[in-house]
């Protein structure tokens, strides 16, 4: 059967037949990066468009529909014309600090796509702390926003990017423990691992309760993380003008566009990967007819199917909510996730420690 | 005295004091002022110490204008005061004029009239409504109010011949009869606002996270209110009864069934309801007027030019933002001698420094939003 | 309260005032040195309870200027109408943004539209007209802009 794993592994055979295997291993990795960079540029196409075909359908209009088939070619024309817009830096500005601030952010979601399965055994790098992993370097991105909003030399920016920091280190807090439910279930912190041990359920239909809380508080979490609406505050466009990136123009602005929506697609990768058990196939229990008929749709659609969802999902609450103020942001945070997302990783511990789960 | 220099430097950063203090500009352009109105804020932090609105990015000089323009002429000018409510500034110069002639306006121009101001009124607070709800960052919202406030519109062109200026009415009665869709066409908008009213309240009203944004902030009593001189729908929610209509009823509103919308909040929130209620008071009127316009003459007969004795006129109307005053100062004259407009805006705004002392950024946005501030009705 | 009422408790407050009763509203006529003491009492007194200023502008009559105050009472329904009478080269009169919080606003109008100096204003400044405009008062009479024509 057709897998993009079994590409991967002719690639392998033939390259390792060719050359030494030190040579084969630096090719990997090339071809490695061109692919990151790759989907990098084809999910931020496919993203945009995604977001705007989906708000013009919440908003009762058609959307992007001129440039090529169905509009499929409009995002395509709108990077080319960032390209081609000059990138200016103000003159008060941090010059080296504001250069470099949009490249931390795309270097950031770059690394991430690191230990993402996108299909069965098909994944650049099967660490063993993955999901550990994730937490870790998605936080890195909170520097970025702080270097854009500092070095701009405007005060927009400074309080766009102060809202940012204050909400994103909250944040990572609930997102973080509604992880280690998923981690305290399967015991492992290995993204295969926790994708193996829903290969009789996902953890959404198997872990009931403290699954589904975690579920909703780390959506919650992860929209807030990525600066989402109804958490944009760092942009909040009728307050800020446009926040953190108020004084960015041209590809430097685009960077940090991508940046966010490259960062969606990771956290629902996640979020897809621990909760509804990334590229597995949807089983029901000992209904063998219909578990094979599942098997049969390829693991990347799986994948890709699953993230998608999770996508919509976020889109949808961005069209449909007003934003938060800063202060009920972290009202939210601090008084109801944190403690919630507490009880309910003691829950899910006791849960695991008895065996409560299907 | 302000200086733009001074301005600048305070802005600029490194200037924050040993108080954390510092100022920023909002507007002339911003996304959230829906104009060109210039607010200087001074923070401390996220809170707001003080709130100086700079204005005349947009000052026409209509005042000074109208003095050179003739009886006639002066009420297309307003139309561009309040650009949103251009029927109801046409239709308080109008009503001016004719008390200073005398003029009795037949029984069919006047509820031409009543049907257009209320229909503009609609179309105003449907505006409103989802230019609020993009201040509070609700994209969604404008959308679906420019879905119905289009009929609106569809209905002022066929029979004005504009959409949004309409200079439709005249001394003496309106320019011309209605289009003979009219009547058709305003029942059709009637049935899909009915079918669609209850979206908003799904969409905006209930939501939880708007509600927490809306209720109790931008406090303002009912003795401020009515000391800042704060008209329409946001004295109205301080539960101030300040509706012209019903306080000095022109044309035929006093025979027409419908209730001033009042509101205890004294909030952000209860301005936001008095708006709500209102568009479905509006319709009200609307479906009382709509089967039962009188035949006979869209105008009574006046003279070619107008002249207005000596003396003082003035009249108040209710448009969708507050009370708007027509002050004419005649000499005998073909045109004013000295034309004063007492915009609703303008007084509203004065209000804001007060409300919006000591509440975070996010908060300004959503007053001003309910406040409904027209910038072009604030210069004038 | 009718026109007459009114008419005999401004006379109680101020027996100097004068008035013309043949508009629509109660018209009362002061020199620039009484209206303070009035203004005062029209807000404040029980039965007039003028708190609402609807109105607030100036007529440049060309030999005087002349302050139109338009008051409402918002609980008896009442209304009146003060004008006061300006010296046209000196024009001062003292701010009443202490009785009508809504004065404050219109004042700064009249103050740069008309060159009216309010005594006692907390924050007499240019509002609409930009930075260089004092001294040249748009909307009197002699104003002429060749550069920025207002007239038609």
Not at chain 1, 141 to 167: P, T
Not at chain 2, 101 to 112: C, D, G, M, T
Request: overall charge negative; proline content about 4%; glycine content about 6%.
């Amino acid at each position: 059967m057709w897998s993009l794993a079994h590409i991967a592994n002719e690639i392998h055979q033939w390259l390792n037949n060719t050359f030494n295997p030190t040579w084969t291993l630096i090719i990997e990795m090339v071809l490695a990066g061109v692919a990151v960079i790759g989907l990098f540029a084809a999910l931020g196409l496919v993203l945009v468009l995604m977001e705007r075909r989906v708000a013009a359908w919440i908003q009762i209009r058609l959307g992007p529909n001129r440039v090529g088939p169905l509009g499929l070619l409009q995002s395509m024309a709108d990077t080319l014309k960032l390209i081609v817009k000059e990138g200016l830096t103000p003159d008060g500005a941090d010059k080296v600090m504001f250069n470099i601030a949009p490249f931390i952010a795309m270097i950031v979601a770059m690394l991430l796509m690191a230990p993402i399965a996108f299909a069965k055994d098909f994944q650049l790098w099967d660490l063993n702390i993955g999901v550990l992993y994730v937490t870790a370097v998605s936080s890195i991105m909170v520097i970025s926003i702080l270097m854009a909003g500092w070095s701009s030399n405007n005060k927009y920016s400074l309080m766009g990017a102060m809202r940012s920091g204050a909400q994103i280190v909250s944040y990572e807090l609930s997102a973080g423990l509604s992880i280690m439910t998923i981690i305290v279930l399967t015991g492992s912190l290995q993204v295969s691992d926790i994708i193996q041990a829903q290969s009789n359920g996902w953890w959404i239909f198997k872990g009931h309760l403290p699954v589904w809380i975690s579920f909703i508080i780390f959506i919650i979490a992860v929209t807030a993380e990525t600066n989402r609406a109804p958490f944009d505050l760092a942009e909040a466009e009728s307050e800020l003008t446009a926040g953190f990136h108020t004084e960015y123009s041209g590809m430097k602005f685009a960077l940090f566009f991508l940046a966010e929506y490259i960062n969606v697609f990771i956290v629902c990768a996640i979020g897809a990967t621990l909760f509804l058990g990334g590229w597995m196939p949807l089983h029901f229990g000992s209904n063998n007819a219909f578990n094979n008929a599942m098997d049969y749709i390829p693991s990347s659609v799986w994948f890709f199917g699953k993230t998608f969802f999770l996508i919509f999902l976020i889109m949808w609450f961005r069209w449909t909510f007003p934003r938060l103020r800063i202060d009920q942001l972290l009202n939210l945070e601090w008084k109801y996730l944190l403690p919630i997302s507490m009880f309910n990783l003691l829950l899910a511990t006791a849960m695991a420690i008895l065996g409560w789960h299907f | 005295m302000y200086r733009e220099t001074e301005i600048l430097q305070q802005t600029s950063p490194g200037i924050i004091g040993e108080t954390g203090e510092f100022t920023i500009n909002v507007g002339p352009q911003h996304p959230a002022t829906h104009g060109v109105l210039h607010l200087v804020i001074t923070l401390s932090g996220e809170t707001i110490k003080k709130v100086e609105p700079h204005l005349g990015y947009i000052h026409r000089s209509i005042e000074k204008m109208c003095e050179s323009l003739n009886y006639r002429q002066f009420i297309y000018v307003t139309s561009r005061m309040d650009y949103l409510s251009a029927h109801i500034n046409n239709h308080a110069c109008a009503l001016c004029v004719e008390k200073g002639l005398q003029i009795e306006v037949p029984p069919r121009a006047q509820v031409i009239r009543i049907l257009m101001d209320e229909l503009t009124r609609v179309a105003s607070h449907e505006l409103w409504w989802g230019a609020m709800a993009m201040d509070l960052g609700a994209f969604t919202p404008f959308f679906h109010a420019f879905r119905e406030r289009e009929s609106i519109n569809e209905i002022m062109e066929e029979t004005c011949g504009a959409r949004l200026t309409m200079n439709y009415i005249a001394p003496g009665g309106v320019v011309q009869d209605l289009h003979p869709d009219f009547q058709r066409r305003v029942k059709e908008f009637l049935k899909l606002y009915k079918r669609k009213i209850h979206e908003y309240d799904e969409l905006v009203t209930g939501n939880i996270i708007f509600q927490n944004r809306m209720k109790g902030i931008g406090m303002l009593s009912a003795k401020d209110a009515i000391s800042y001189g704060v008209t329409g729908p946001a004295a109205r929610g301080s539960n101030v009864s300040s509706d012209i209509r019903k306080i000095q009823p022109y044309e035929i509103y006093d025979k027409l069934e419908f209730d001033e919308v009042l509101e205890t909040g004294c909030d952000s929130f209860a301005r936001y309801m008095v708006r709500i209620r209102e568009m479905q008071q509006s319709i009200r009127i609307i479906e009382q007027l709509i089967d039962n316009i009188p035949e006979g003459d869209f105008q009574a007969k006046t003279k070619a030019v107008l002249k207005l004795p000596k003396g003082e006129f003035y009249t108040r109307v209710e448009t969708a933002r507050g009370e708007l005053g027509v002050y004419i100062v005649s000499e005998g004259g073909t045109t004013p001698y000295r034309i004063k407009f007492r915009s609703p805006g303008f007084s509203n705004l004065s209000v804001l420094d007060h409300i919006a002392r000591g509440s975070k950024i996010g908060d300004l946005v959503a007053m001003m939003g309910t406040l409904d501030l027209v910038i072009p009705d604030i210069d004038r | 309260m009718s026109k007459e009422l009114l008419k005999f408790r401004i006379t109680e407050l101020l027996p100097t005032a004068t008035f013309d009763d043949s508009g629509e509203w109660l018209n009362v006529e002061l020199t620039a040195a009484e209206w303070p003491t009035l203004a005062g009492a029209l807000c404040k007194d029980s039965h007039l309870a003028l708190d609402y200023m609807f109105c607030l502008t100036c007529i440049d009559w060309k030999t005087h200027l002349t302050m139109v105050y338009h008051m409402t009472s918002t609980s008896f329904r009442h209304s009146v109408v003060v004008k006061v009478k300006l010296d046209r080269d000196k024009p001062e009169v003292v701010s009443v943004s202490k009785c009508w919080r809504t004065a404050e606003f219109h004042e700064r109008e009249v103050y740069e539209m008309f060159g009216v100096n309010f005594l006692h204003h907390p924050d007499l400044r240019l509002l609409i007209l930009p930075d260089g405009w004092e001294g040249k008062n748009p909307l009197r009479k002699d104003f002429e802009d060749p550069i920025n024509m207002i007239r038609l």
